[in-house]
Structures are given as structure tokens and as C-alpha cells.
């Protein structure tokens, strides 16, 4: 399968981004499937129901999301409603909504699973390498699912890369989320699968994760709350990961994806 994920959506300029860049990338890329983190795609804050349609009009085949689900209060309802959007799979048992989902594409079944990481995290939910252990003993690769992708939503890259190397083998990606800021680290682990310590934000990089700098700078320099953030107007960047699978669902390629506002381009190669 050829698998297009993109980072967390940061409000207006995060979906303004992926809809701008998106059409052409899926034209150039051809994927099998596109997944997408929208946890703060609602003015930064979680997501509504109309932006999840949004989102799915767009061509996104999946919604991923991490510790913001809950902030719009009317996710509580129709996160029940639709599949396609994930919340972690480790939040407690009778928590509303899904942790994973099968993805039916042209190529195969692609199984999606979102988790939270629990080091330095606003909460820490239960253990997400049991969790995620449980899902990939149940649906082996390359026999319960074609292809397996994990958006491991985690501050520390040590989680997340603990995670990468216990799902080896076993996932055809491990893709981090929650910083908003792109790592360089996109490799295929020894296993086979492909991994990312975190995919970046779609947003406008010209901010303090994706929220206007004045009121984050003036928390950390005075210590004093501000109003809550908003997020920031200018153009954004679209990043994310691209991965095609070969053999048994392990990964043959993975490589960055960036277009659009700050931050330099990075295409994958076409050539596959
Ligand atoms: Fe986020
Ligand atoms: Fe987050």
C-alpha cells in the first residue's frame, strides 16, 4: 500500500494547507490512503463535526487525535457516529468513540491504530504498549490487516521510540504526533517498519506550535496565565509521512513530506 499520514491540523491555517496542498500531493503520490491527525483542527482545540466531514470531503480515509479530542464538547456525541475518527485507543474502558479502524482501499486493508503516549503527557491514560500489543497480536501483519499504521501521539521521542522498536516487525509505520514540530529521523527499522519520531503540524509555523507567540512567551516569561491561545493566521505548512509497503506489509520507503509556508519543501520521490 501507499500510505500518505499527515501531522496534527492546527486550526484555520492547518486546514487551509491540506486543502490547498492535498489534491496535488494525492495526484503525485497516488496513495492507497490518507490519514490525518486533526486534534487541534477546531481553532486549535479539538474537532467539530462539520471539520471531521471536512476532513473525510477532503480525502481523508481516517481522523487520528491524541489529548485535545475531548476540548470541543460535542465530540462526546459524534465521535459514536463516525468510525473514521480516532481517539487514543487506551483512553479507559466505556470512554466514548474508537481506537482503531479498519481502512478498506483499492490495494488492501490498512488497520489504523491511534495511541497516547504517557511521559510528560496532560494525562496519562493506560498503557499504550499493552494496548497496541493487544491490537497487533490480534491482527498480524501481512494476515489480520495488509498494512498497520500507528500514530503513537507522545511528547518524549524515548517513547516513541521505544514504541517503534517493540511494534518492529510488526507495523508497517510508527509515526509520532503532539509536538508539532517535524523530526529528521524517518527510517525503516530493521523489522521492516518505518518510523518517524513525530510527522510535524500542519499549521502556521510562525508561532509557538501553531499558536500566535505573544501569549506563549508572556506564560513563560512571567508566569502569569494568559487568555486561552489562539491560533496563528498565517500561511501554513502541510507536513506529514509517506510510506509504501512491499512484502508482507513491511515498509520499503518512507520518506518526509512538506509543502507550504516556513518551512523548506520536502517531496518524496516518485519513482517507486
Ligand atoms: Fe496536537
Ligand atoms: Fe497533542
Known amino acids: 500500500l501507499r500510505i500518505l499520514f499527515l501531522g496534527d491540523i492546527v486550526g484555520r491555517a492547518g486546514r487551509e494547507a491540506v486543502l490547498k496542498h492535498l489534491p496535488g500531493l494525492k495526484a503525485r503520490l497516488k496513495p492507497d490512503a490518507v490519514i490525518i491527525n486533526c486534534e487541534n483542527a477546531a481553532h486549535g482545540f479539538g474537532i467539530t463535526e462539520s471539520i471531521t466531514q471536512e476532513l473525510i470531503g ?3 480515509d481516517c481522523l487520528t487525535s491524541g489529548n485535545h479530542i475531548w476540548d470541543q464538547r460535542e465530540t462526546l456525541g459524534h465521535i459514536a457516529r463516525e468510525p473514521r475518527l480516532l481517539r487514543p485507543i487506551n483512553y479507559p474502558k466505556g470512554t466514548p468513540g474508537h481506537g482503531k479502524a479498519m481502512i478498506e482501499t483499492l490495494a488492501g486493508k490498512l488497520l489504523v491504530i ?18 497496541i500489543n493487544r491490537e497487533l497480536e490480534t491482527a498480524p501483519l501481512g494476515e489480520g490487516a495488509d498494512a498497520i499504521l500507528i500514530d503513537f501521539h507522545a511528547e518524549a521521542t524515548s517513547e516513541k521510540q521505544a514504541m517503534g522498536h517493540f511494534c518492529d516487525g510488526r507495523a508497517s509505520l510508527v509515526v ?3 509536538t508539532h ?6 527510517m525503516i527499522l530493521p523489522g521492516g517498519t518505518a518510523y518517524l519520531s513525530d510527522a510535524g503540524m500542519c499549521g502556521d509555523f510562525d508561532s509557538v506550535i501553531g499558536m500566535k ?6 506564560r513563560f516569561t512571567h508566569k502569569i496565565p494568559t487568555a486561552r491561545l489562539e491560533p496563528a493566521e498565517g500561511e501554513g505548512t502541510l507536513c506529514g509521512v509517506f510510506v509504501v509497503t512491499g512484502e508482507r506489509g513491511r515498509a520499503r520507503y518512507v520518506a518526509p513530506v512538506r509543502l507550504g509556508g516556513k518551512l523548506e519543501a520536502y517531496l518524496p520521490s516518485v519513482d517507486l
Open 58 to 60: 477532503a480525502g481523508a
Open 114 to 131: 491511534n495511541a497516547m503516549g504517557r511521559l510528560y503527557m496532560p494525562e496519562a491514560l493506560d498503557d499504550p504498549f499493552a494496548a
Open 176 to 178: 509520532g504526533t503532539h
Open 181 to 186: 514540530v517535524p523530526t529528521a529521523d524517518h
Open 213 to 218: 507567540k505573544a501569549d506563549p512567551i508572556r
